[in-house]
């Protein structure tokens, strides 16, 4: 029913939603789909750094479900596919089966092995008011700053851990900015796009959005507008657009989040 008023209400060929729950749901939000509209224009396609994406919850308080955004995405004639990036934790099941997922799910991923990198935190042979150690872990500039007291103590909390049998962490790591920066210049140089839309508030791609809208091209950044670094926001002069995902919430969330 929800479906058949919105096609009867809404004159907007362009948009026609993938299931009834989105149907119901834009009877409700017209002006948001008719915005997407203006900013989807010609050959649409997004590309997720999905590494960035999900802790985006801890600030929304709410979680993007990829199946509802695909679903969703898919409700606009524009829209010609999704990338989406994250790594694989190889060996552990729950990263092999997200994988998995994403795929089902209709996107185009691109992964590779999480890099699992061991840093020591051996203070056998490290004088207590060195900072030596606490290089690996603080930023030099912050390092300076610290005083003698704070360097002791923090190198003492390194010895109780070593007391326990602990001599290394583990840090993860497995960083798509390359390869999804290199991705959207190919698919420029293809004249494959018409309109890039990145989910990312990451400065590291600020030097690829601005050659696409050098070139030309329309570039939308899906974030919140919290979470969008300096650099981003500073292409808005140039005409990159910044869409803030809080407006399709209802959407893109978890079914319980609603």
């Not at 190198?155 to 962490?169: D, E, F, P, S, W």
């Not at 920066?181 to 890039?196: F, H, I, K």
């Amino acid at each position: 029913m929800a479906l058949l008023w919105y096609n009867s209400h809404v004159n907007n060929a362009s948009f026609k939603p993938f299931t009834e729950r989105i149907g119901e749901i834009a009877s409700k939000r017209g002006a948001v789909i008719e915005q997407l509209n203006s900013l989807f224009v010609g050959k649409t396609r997004i590309y997720i750094d999905y590494a960035n994406v999900r802790p985006w919850s801890e600030k929304l308080g709410w979680h993007v479900d990829t199946k509802r955004l695909m679903q969703f995405l898919k409700s606009f004639d524009n829209f010609t596919g999704a990338r989406l990036y994250q790594g694989t934790l190889v060996g552990d099941s729950r990263s092999e089966q997200d994988i998995t997922t994403f795929k089902g799910e209709g996107y185009d991923v691109i992964t590779k092995p999480v890099k699992i990198m061991k840093h020591s935190i051996n203070t056998t042979s490290v004088n207590t008011q060195s900072p030596e150690l606490l290089k690996k872990f603080i930023r030099g500039a912050l390092l300076q700053k610290l005083d003698i007291q704070t360097v002791e103590y923090l190198n003492g909390q390194m010895k109780a851990l070593n007391t326990r049998g602990i001599y290394y962490i583990q840090d993860m790591k497995c960083n798509f900015d390359v390869e999804l920066g290199v991705d959207m210049l190919l698919d420029l140089e293809r004249g494959a796009v018409d309109t890039y839309v990145l989910w990312s508030g990451d400065s590291d791609f600020a030097d690829s959005l601005s050659r696409i809208l050098s070139a030309g091209k329309k570039a939308v950044v899906f974030a919140s507008p919290r979470l969008i670094s300096h650099e981003l926001n500073e292409l808005k002069s140039n005409g990159l657009f910044i869409f803030d995902i809080q407006k399709i919430k209802d959407f893109i969330c978890w079914k319980r989040e609603l």
